[in-house]
């Protein structure tokens, strides 16, 4: 009798097994190929649905936030081979996830077959229709204040004030503070300056806890409009942020009704306030304030993180940062003793700091960028069906050991002889959309290295801090440490 209740219990967990692995897991896959129809004999490529509803999401979390990222697309690769695109479900929809360089340059390049389309959690940054591919003109103007180092010298002496100021700050507070968050607070202040010049400063500390609320939500799978929810507190704090902005805006008007139209543009909303679109209308407020936001946060969150980041790699590889400080070394021995600050021929000097940038983007970049196939479209073989998304995997190209050797090492000199048209390296993203904030996140970093690498040094509370991946790479403790001011003699 046992040995026959044994022999029942392991056919039930057979019977489980065959019935939750190999019938419940496939219910995904069988529902999309019954959704596609004739569609479906046309090769998709390989990869799974993962399980009913929640697809591939729970291994993706798992891996991105315990900072194993890397993992979560590397066991698709060793499962399905080398194909460099796979499909998958995440995000509550059906995904085709490219990792192969000339892939994802393809995809990132082709406005006409894959428009942006971004997480749910991102509609609370609002959506501008002149953010589209059809208003060339209008994004052009848009990102002119911010795009070219010659522009960005303008900002020079600002961006250094502010640097200085905050550096100084932290050098003189004698415990361990949130690093990211401190350095999130010059880079929205240089964002805000070129953006919104003439804003009271206090205006720009309520700017930057709003944004903290809303960015906390991003990448939510299902952002909740509940009372609770930290959606609905996202929500709620951009109504404030257009109650802030539209009080800006209204003042900025009354200026221009009384004066007449500024001449002199001091930043991007007197460009907006004078602009028309290619029909000949002006921007309404709704619009202005929608691309004012979505702009204010591309330029914070990843110029703050890279600003951490880079210092910390740094500090943790003294050999370079012993070269990066003798090249700015190097270059002031050569300043004239009238001049006080940096100027741009020094800048473009600092080739080594150039190096450390790339290196720092390369281990820090977002995940992934996101499109969707507006139409059926065939790429290298595979067939991507109107309406899926598509996201081009950029951190698994730059963690690539084919395309960068010993991914895992933080290493500069990786950039001495590297080739820039093979697309292995895409912190800013490829083709019209690429990232129109890349010259001022260099520009600032360079500016802020410099005068860290200069006068101050990093302790980190917690140097084998654990770290996440989701959305980007950031330590868990947000990089509990002290910056303290180098003493005039070792200068």
Request: with cysteine.
């Amino acid at each position: 009798m046992e040995f026959q209740w044994f022999w029942m219990c392991v056919a039930t967990l057979l019977a489980c097994y065959i019935f939750f692995y190999k019938i419940v897991r496939n219910l995904n896959d069988w529902y999309y190929d019954l959704k596609l129809g004739k569609k479906q004999y046309h090769q998709l490529p390989p990869g799974d649905m993962g399980w009913p509803l929640i697809g591939n999401q729970l291994p993706f979390y798992k891996y991105f936030s315990s900072g194993q990222g890397n993992t979560f697309i590397n066991n698709i690769v060793l499962k399905y081979g080398q194909t460099g695109i796979y499909k998958a479900h995440l995000y509550g929809s059906p995904r085709i996830i490219v990792i192969d360089p000339t892939l994802v340059k393809k995809v990132m390049n082709d406005d006409v077959n894959f428009k942006a389309s971004y997480p749910k959690g991102t509609n609370v940054l609002g959506r501008s229709r002149y953010l589209n591919r059809e208003h060339k003109r209008f994004k052009k103007l848009v990102t002119s204040p911010i795009v070219g180092q010659n522009t960005l010298v303008m900002y020079l002496e600002r961006i250094e004030d502010i640097v200085l100021d905050k550096l100084e700050e932290l050098s003189t507070i004698k415990h361990h503070v949130e690093l990211l968050k401190e350095m999130k607070k010059v880079s929205f202040k240089i964002i805000f300056h070129i953006y919104l010049y003439s804003c009271d400063q206090n205006i720009v500390m309520k700017f930057g806890d709003l944004f903290n609320v809303m960015s906390a939500t991003m990448f939510y799978l299902m952002p909740i409009d509940a009372p609770g929810f930290a959606f609905r507190k996202a929500l709620k704090a951009r109504k404030k942020m257009i109650k802030i902005i539209q009080s800006i805006i209204d003042e900025r008007k009354a200026v221009i009704e009384e004066n007449g139209q500024m001449k002199e543009k001091k930043d991007l909303l007197d460009i907006f306030l004078g602009m028309t679109d290619e029909m000949g209308e002006k921007l309404d407020d709704e619009d202005m304030i929608d691309l004012l936001i979505t702009l204010l946060f591309a330029g914070h969150e990843t110029s703050a993180l890279a600003m951490v980041w880079s210092i910390t790699f740094l500090t943790q590889h003294p050999l370079c940062l012993k070269k990066a400080k003798e090249e700015q070394e190097e270059i002031m021995k050569e300043r004239p003793s009238s001049q006080k600050r940096l100027c741009i021929t020094e800048i473009k000097k600092m080739v080594y700091l150039s190096q450390v940038i790339d290196e720092t983007l390369r281990n820090m970049t977002l995940f992934s960028t996101f499109r969707e196939a507006t139409a059926d479209v065939n790429i290298d073989g595979y067939f991507i069906p109107k309406g899926w998304k598509v996201m081009p995997w950029i951190r698994a190209v730059h963690m690539n050991p084919q395309y960068h050797s010993n991914p895992e090492e933080f290493n500069p000199a990786r950039w001495n002889d590297f080739n820039s048209t093979k697309g292995t390296f895409l912190p800013f993203g490829w083709g019209r959309r690429l990232c129109p904030g890349r010259d001022l996140a260099r520009f600032e970093l360079t500016v802020f290295l410099h005068y860290f690498l200069m006068n101050y040094k990093l302790e980190l509370k917690n140097p084998e801090c654990p770290v996440t991946h989701f959305p980007a790479l950031k330590q868990l403790d947000n990089c509990l440490a002290k910056i303290t001011k180098l003493s005039s003699d070792l200068n």
